[in-house]
């Protein structure tokens, strides 16, 4: 438990990287004598950057030790925010900033160290929220995985949060000085703690695990829907938290960055009521029918925001509370609904699926910030409403029971079906056997191991043995 709460806390602070400049883009943009639309390019760089480290390198975490490659990362990651505290040239501060995204994938790799401990010699390790996906019972997958990505949004919103209170009443300079410290201190607390792990694979090289991403996506339609939907989510998520600084910090609002950062507040609804909702629908109904209630909240709550967003602030907090609710809503069932099509293949069908959310979060920064620019946040927001549309639309181009890319073959049973939950259940045995098997190999492998060892001994001592009776022999002739 208490390795847990080190990486929890780890994932946490490191996560928060990515979205530190969310509520000072304003106060960034005057620093370095840019545009907004300008400073926009620091979150756009940093999703990008994020993104290319989950395709390049989280691979070799299943091929290098563990410890050591982790270490290196956040020895890294850590070293490079100095630039960030120190830099006076806004390109410099972009490049950095992206080359510090691409290491901050870091807490990826964490995950692989929550672990199950069955006894004091028994330890088994895999990526968190495939794991969870895995060994959770089918009637509580939803809860489980709900549980986990609202800790993960705790460090959005610490993120922003303490980044709106820091830049307020000192310099913005001081919120990266602040990670500088964070990323140290996690390290030095990683190096005393993380115990070390072998590489997984030994038998599959870098290129192979690379090639096997894309093919997973074109055997498994269901995959590539629910990519396809996190993309659109994704990419309405960022676009609505950087304009929204934008719109705040001008007429008629004008607010500090403090208050800019406690909007980040209304990401507590979504970690207090999803895991409620996830426990009392999305486990006990079909994952189409969360899908669409999740996007249809994001709906609603980024159409009242985005047209009464320049006339009351009830419209963007509104706005806040019910799009952070129905996104995690839609991917929590997203996920569930993934973890079932694959289960040998969980990691990889968890990367993929990471791969387009953030790829969705680029261009989602990217594209409402450059819409902000041209026509503001009634243009921005209007793109929104169309990518969740679209969420929707290729949602019902597909329904929950057909095995083809498109059509309704099987239609729509509100409930989910007692043979759905048995193939889960199947699958989830057959991982729980594959894992006792491969325990068993261990153990029968260290067992004959000890056996060599001991032989080896006990031929060493007699033969010690013979060469004292032999010495003493020898003695008596003479």
Same mark, same amino acid.
């Given at each position: 438990?208490?390795?847990?709460?080190?990486?929890?806390?780890?994932?946490?602070?490191?996560?928060?990287?990515?979205?530190?400049?969310?509520?000072?883009?304003?106060?960034?943009?005057?620093?370095?004598?840019?545009?907004?639309?300008?400073?926009?390019?620091?979150?756009?760089?940093?999703?990008?950057?994020?993104?290319?480290?989950?395709?390049?390198?989280?691979?070799?975490?299943?091929?290098?030790?563990?410890?050591?490659?982790?270490?290196?990362?956040?020895?890294?990651?850590?070293?490079?925010?100095?630039?960030?505290?120190?830099?006076?040239?806004?390109?410099?501060?972009?490049?950095?900033?992206?080359?510090?995204?691409?290491?901050?994938?870091?807490?990826?790799?964490?995950?692989?160290?929550?672990?199950?401990?069955?006894?004091?010699?028994?330890?088994?390790?895999?990526?968190?929220?495939?794991?969870?996906?895995?060994?959770?019972?089918?009637?509580?997958?939803?809860?489980?995985?709900? &549980?986990?990505?609202?800790?993960?949004?705790?460090?959005?919103?610490?993120?922003? *949060? $303490? #980044?709106?209170?820091?830049? +307020? %009443? @000192?310099?913005?300079?001081?919120?990266?000085?602040?990670?500088?410290?964070?990323?140290?201190?996690?390290?030095?607390?990683?190096?005393?703690?993380?115990?070390?792990?072998?590489?997984?694979?030994?038998?599959?090289?870098?290129?192979?695990?690379?090639?096997?991403?894309?093919?997973?996506?074109?055997?498994?339609?269901?995959?590539?829907?629910?990519?396809?939907?996190?993309?659109? &989510?994704?990419?309405?998520?960022?676009?609505?938290?950087?304009?929204?600084?934008? *719109? $705040? #910090?001008?007429?008629?609002? +004008? %607010? @500090?960055?403090?208050?800019?950062?406690?909007?980040?507040?209304?990401?507590?609804?979504?970690?207090?009521?999803?895991?409620?909702?996830?426990?009392?629908?999305?486990?006990?109904?079909?994952?189409?029918?969360?899908?669409?209630?999740?996007?249809?909240?994001?709906?609603?709550?980024?159409?009242?925001?985005?047209?009464?967003?320049?006339?009351?602030?009830?419209?963007?907090?509104?706005?806040?509370?019910?799009?952070?609710?129905?996104?995690?809503?839609?991917?929590?069932?997203?996920?569930?609904?993934?973890?079932?099509?694959?289960?040998?293949?969980?990691?990889?069908?968890?990367?993929?699926?990471?791969?387009?959310?953030?790829?969705?979060?680029?261009?989602?920064?990217?594209?409402?910030?450059?819409?902000?620019?041209?026509?503001?946040?009634?243009?921005?927001?209007?793109?929104?409403?169309?990518?969740?549309?679209?969420?929707?639309?290729?949602?019902?181009?597909?329904?929950?029971?057909?095995?083809?890319?498109?059509?309704?073959?099987?239609?729509?049973?509100?409930?989910?079906?007692?043979?759905?939950?048995?193939?889960?259940?199947?699958?989830?045995?057959?991982?729980?056997?594959?894992?006792?098997?491969?325990?068993?190999?261990?153990?029968?492998?260290?067992?004959?191991?000890?056996?060599?060892?001991?032989?080896?001994?006990?031929?060493?001592?007699?033969?010690?043995?013979?060469?004292?009776?032999?010495?003493?022999?020898?003695?008596?002739?003479?």
């Amino acid at each position: 438990m208490p390795l847990n709460l080190l990486f929890g806390f780890a994932c946490t602070f490191t996560v928060a990287n990515l979205y530190y400049s969310h509520p000072i883009l304003d106060i960034l943009a005057s620093s370095f004598n840019v545009s907004q639309e300008r400073a926009s390019i620091i979150p756009t760089a940093a999703q990008g950057g994020y993104a290319a480290g989950l395709l390049f390198i989280c691979p070799l975490g299943d091929l290098v030790k563990r410890r050591p490659f982790v270490l290196w990362l956040m020895a890294f990651t850590a070293t490079i925010t100095l630039g960030l505290c120190l830099t006076s040239k806004f390109e410099t501060f972009i490049a950095i900033n992206f080359i510090m995204s691409v290491t901050t994938v870091t807490p990826v790799r964490f995950h692989s160290f929550f672990h199950i401990q069955a006894d004091s010699d028994t330890k088994s390790e895999q990526i968190m929220l495939p794991l969870v996906g895995q060994l959770a019972a089918p009637n509580r997958r939803a809860t489980a995985l709900s &549980i986990v990505v609202s800790g993960l949004l705790l460090g959005i919103l610490i993120a922003r *949060l $303490l #980044s709106g209170i820091i830049a +307020n %009443y @000192s310099s913005w300079r001081n919120v990266y000085w602040m990670s500088f410290a964070l990323q140290y201190a996690i390290l030095i607390l990683l190096w005393i703690w993380m115990p070390d792990y072998p590489q997984t694979n030994k038998h599959i090289s870098y290129f192979r695990i690379l090639y096997s991403i894309p093919e997973l996506l074109l055997k498994n339609p269901i995959l590539v829907q629910a990519s396809l939907i996190g993309f659109l &989510i994704s990419s309405t998520f960022t676009s609505f938290w950087t304009t929204l600084t934008f *719109l $705040l #910090s001008a007429d008629p609002y +004008n %607010y @500090s960055t403090v208050i800019i950062g406690l909007f980040a507040l209304a990401g507590m609804v979504p970690m207090l009521f999803g895991p409620f909702f996830a426990n009392k629908f999305t486990d006990r109904f079909q994952t189409h029918i969360s899908v669409l209630i999740g996007t249809l909240v994001c709906l609603l709550g980024i159409a009242i925001g985005t047209y009464t967003g320049k006339l009351t602030i009830a419209g963007p907090i509104i706005q806040a509370v019910l799009f952070d609710f129905g996104q995690q809503i839609a991917q929590v069932a997203n996920r569930t609904a993934i973890y079932g099509v694959a289960p040998k293949a969980a990691n990889r069908v968890n990367t993929a699926y990471m791969l387009c959310a953030f790829c969705g979060q680029l261009m989602g920064t990217a594209v409402g910030n450059k819409l902000y620019a041209r026509g503001g946040w009634v243009l921005s927001g209007s793109a929104s409403v169309g990518f969740m549309g679209g969420a929707i639309l290729v949602l019902l181009m597909r329904g929950p029971r057909e095995t083809r890319w498109l059509g309704w073959r099987g239609g729509l049973h509100l409930r989910r079906a007692k043979q759905q939950e048995q193939s889960d259940n199947n699958s989830a045995s057959e991982l729980e056997k594959e894992s006792g098997e491969k325990d068993d190999q261990r153990d029968t492998h260290s067992n004959s191991q000890d056996q060599v060892f001991r032989n080896e001994e006990q031929g060493r001592q007699d033969g010690d043995k013979t060469g004292r009776t032999e010495g003493t022999f020898v003695s008596s002739q003479d």
